[in-house]
């Protein structure tokens, strides 16, 4: 596969992750309230705010995770945390794990 096509491959599931994946997590875990739910999961890439407090914002040769304030192992433990709160908290901190994950797997899936 070409470099053109292999970017492409990586963007897609890049935003297939972020935007339509959490549209299944609600349908399968939430799925009375899985509209309310899959707004709270868009909701948690704000998440990303925290890029803009680097320079230069977007660098494809660096890791978010471990990086950005945000997304440090600190911040995630805090998420991990959540999962133990019920309700929004929880769907928060599932929202904000999924979306770390997807972070490290577009760095280290496809950059390594």
């Known amino acids: 596969m070409d470099s053109s096509h292999l970017a492409l491959l990586k963007t897609f599931t890049h ?9 299944f997590i609600a349908l399968t875990f939430y799925r009375k309230h899985w509209k309310k739910v899959y707004l709270i999961l868009l909701a948690t890439m704000l998440v990303d705010l925290d890029h803009l407090f680097a320079h230069p914002v977007f660098d494809p040769d660096r ?50």
């Open 15 to 23: 935003y297939f992750l972020h935007f339509i994946f959490p549209a």
């Open 63 to 112: 890791a978010s995770v471990g990086f950005h304030f945000l997304h440090s192992y600190y911040a995630i433990a805090v998420y991990f945390l959540m999962l133990f709160f019920k309700g929004n908290i929880r769907i928060i901190g599932i929202g904000l794990l999924f979306h770390m994950l997807t972070d490290l797997q577009d760095f280290y899936l496809w950059n390594h």
